[in-house]
């Protein structure tokens, strides 16, 4: 490997050894991508004709305090997902791969995969839990309607740890011809680097629009954190700024039991998926089960640069539960007319709280993703 | 003096059949008589898996195997129970442990509690030639052995890398995949010949042995030795004759039964 792969002790690449040529190749790959103008100019083309960059930076005209929304639900595919896939996906035709595998929880990265996997010509192969295939039947669906394979991973809980096992499996038989295209800035090295550099967008323009529309930085920039991609996206060119980094946890039904995801507050430290990082594990280092209402911040290990972060003090994470998000949920159909993703909620519903405590702070939430794939949910829990 | 070493010498050429069971699937009781099974069966050398809730580098059979174990309230320091008892009923058979990072950096002196029950190495599925020199001073320090992973696909200076760590045997996987996969009876004769070249311990065999003609083809690739899990691990689910079926393995190898 070029780099080390470390954020501090975090990170490092916990694969069995027939997977690591693969991802020497992949780092390779994504360094040679870095420095090449006309990789550069293919994905920003992508992001801006196809996915629809730069999403907007939108001031909550109704909520209170200053909240400004980073729309990344208004980007092609519903989610932040489609930044990354695109990345990936030009990576995976410049190794000349010629079939994708993804891993997903509710189907929002499996349905962005799907998204690249039909536009650049890839087989995509998508695992997920049987249990989320029979509760997401739309978003199973939607990926076959883009030509992908869904495949049900019985084992184990039959969740998203259990499809990451699963495509892992996967590619341990045939790197050779595929790409794996991980769906967060999780994994062994270069994942978490890759992702983050392909998601850094957000920050980046959200940046440049705030001080545009308020002439300043903002004082507090708020995502949620499952995997912590979005998270990372848009802290990242934040990370000189003298702007706190908040990174909201899923605390589900509280974070005094054990039916959370709440990683980075209530993990310990271990190594799950190929990386050093914060895990929710027993005292033996079995993982344990975890609970969200958000399908997609349901997962028990974390990016190793969250862990990173935490550790060092320059990102704070807190933790919203399922009802919060919630009724934050409520509050922006109600008074902004969007319907954010559950994920995005948690995030708004910190910046909910920070607004009343501080009602002069310019407040930067990252709206990773649109509520449509929740409404169903949505329907039955709030009637 | 290693009981590997001593294993090795004692089959003075003659390769080395092992054989793998995970540690107390479906339970502690069947556990420690389905390890004497193996013995019985003529196994050179036993390979015993600590189960994990995550294995990605296994398939479906040794998945279940863990999964019964763990459903079953078997904890790490049962396993190092189970290895104990095995030391104290077969003092000389060499005993490798199988297990994955989070299992290793969980317990404060993960090696030393090995150590001491009697286990001769260590395997961590997940944790490659780029990660291993700090568990590598962990087991040594302990004196446990190292065993490390090379592959078909595994470069020159990781090969190096690997035989410089690694003490017991060489973990030889000839094709790409995970436990179970089955390798249509081909092992990579030049693998063999690299790890002779880099001089690391003795190359074994370990993913696709589930029947004798499996067997004969590592050996004729050079393999100084052959481990066989999932078919195990299957036939013990199933109730079958595990010290028969080990046999029938063991006879492939062409070396007579070692007075145990």
């Known amino acids: 490997m070029r780099l080390s792969g470390r954020f501090g002790r975090f990170g490092g690449c916990y694969v069995p050894e027939i997977l690591v040529p693969a991802l020497e190749q992949l780092e390779v790959a994504f360094l040679d991508a870095q420095q090449d103008p006309a990789f550069a100019a293919e994905l920003n083309g992508l992001l801006a004709d196809y996915a629809g960059r730069p999403t907007p930076l939108t001031r909550c005209r109704n909520l209170p305090g200053n909240i400004y929304l980073k729309r990344e639900d208004l980007l092609h595919g519903g989610a932040h997902k489609t930044n990354q896939v695109l990345g990936q996906g030009l990576l995976a035709k410049r190794m000349g791969k010629a079939r994708l595998i993804a891993e997903t929880g509710a189907g929002q990265h499996g349905v962005a995969t799907a998204i690249v996997g039909a536009l650049l010509g890839f087989e995509t192969v998508v695992y997920m839990g049987a249990e989320d295939v029979a509760r997401q039947q739309l978003n199973v669906f939607r990926m076959q309607l883009m030509g992908a394979t869904v495949v049900p991973v019985e084992s184990g809980g039959r969740t998203l740890k259990d499809a990451i096992n699963e495509a892992l499996r996967d590619w341990s038989a045939s790197f050779e011809t595929t790409h794996y295209l991980l769906g967060t800035a999780a994994g062994p090295h270069p994942f978490p680097t890759m992702v983050r550099e392909f998601q850094r967008v957000i920050g980046g323009e959200a940046r440049a629009q705030i001080v545009e529309q308020l002439g300043r930085l903002p004082d507090v920039a708020i995502a949620c954190v499952g995997g912590g991609s979005n998270a990372i996206g848009l802290f990242a060119d934040f990370i000189p700024d003298p702007v706190r980094l908040i990174g909201v946890e899923p605390a589900g039904k509280g974070l005094s039991g054990a039916e959370h995801g709440a990683t980075l507050l209530r993990g310990t430290r271990g190594i799950l998926h190929g990386a050093e990082t914060y895990v929710l594990q027993d005292d033996e280092g079995q993982i344990a089960d975890t609970w969200s209402v958000s399908a997609g911040l349901d997962y028990p290990a974390v990016g190793p640069e969250h862990a990173h972060l935490k550790e060092s003090g320059r990102a704070e994470y807190v933790g919203c539960t399922d009802a919060e998000a919630l009724a934050a949920f409520k509050a922006l159909a109600e008074s902004e007319g969007i319907l954010c993703a559950f994920e995005s909620a948690h995030a708004l519903a910190h910046a909910l709280k920070l607004a009343e405590a501080e009602p002069d702070s310019a407040i930067l939430v990252g709206l990773s993703g649109r509520g449509d794939k929740d409404v169903d949910q949505a329907r039955r829990l709030l009637a | ?260």
Do not use: W
């Open chain 2, 1 to 260: 003096m290693s009981r590997y070493f001593t294993m090795f010498d004692r089959l003075d050429g003659a390769a080395a059949f092992g054989a793998f069971l995970m540690l107390g699937d479906p339970d502690l009781k069947t556990s420690a008589r389905l390890l004497d099974s193996l013995v019985e069966g003529g196994a050179d050398m036993i390979e015993v898996g600590i189960p994990f809730s995550d294995p990605v580098a296994d398939g479906p059979v040794i998945q279940a195997a863990a999964q019964r174990a763990l459903a079953a309230g078997v904890r790490v320091g049962d396993c190092f129970d189970l290895i104990a008892a095995f030391r104290g009923r077969h003092p000389d058979v060499p005993v490798g442990i199988l297990t994955y990072a989070n299992i290793v950096v969980a317990r404060t002196g993960f090696m030393r509690d090995a150590a001491e029950a009697g286990a001769d190495s260590l395997l961590i599925a997940d944790v490659p030639a780029l990660e291993a020199d700090p568990f590598v001073r962990d087991m040594e320090q302990a004196g446990i052995e190292p065993v490390l992973i090379a592959a078909a696909n595994t470069p020159e200076p990781t090969l190096r890398h690997i035989a410089t760590l690694s003490k017991a045997y060489t973990y030889c996987v000839s094709r790409a995949g995970i436990t179970g996969t089955h390798a249509g009876g081909q092992f990579d004769a030049a693998l063999v010949e690299r790890l002779r070249a880099a001089d690391a311990p003795p190359p074994v065999f370990g993913f696709g042995i589930s029947a004798p003609e499996h067997v004969r083809a590592a050996l004729s690739a050079g393999a100084r030795g052959v481990i066989c899990g999932s078919a195990i691990v299957d036939l013990a689910q199933r109730g079958g004759d595990v010290a028969r079926f080990v046999r029938s393995l063991k006879a492939a190898t062409g070396n007579e039964s070692a007075p145990q």
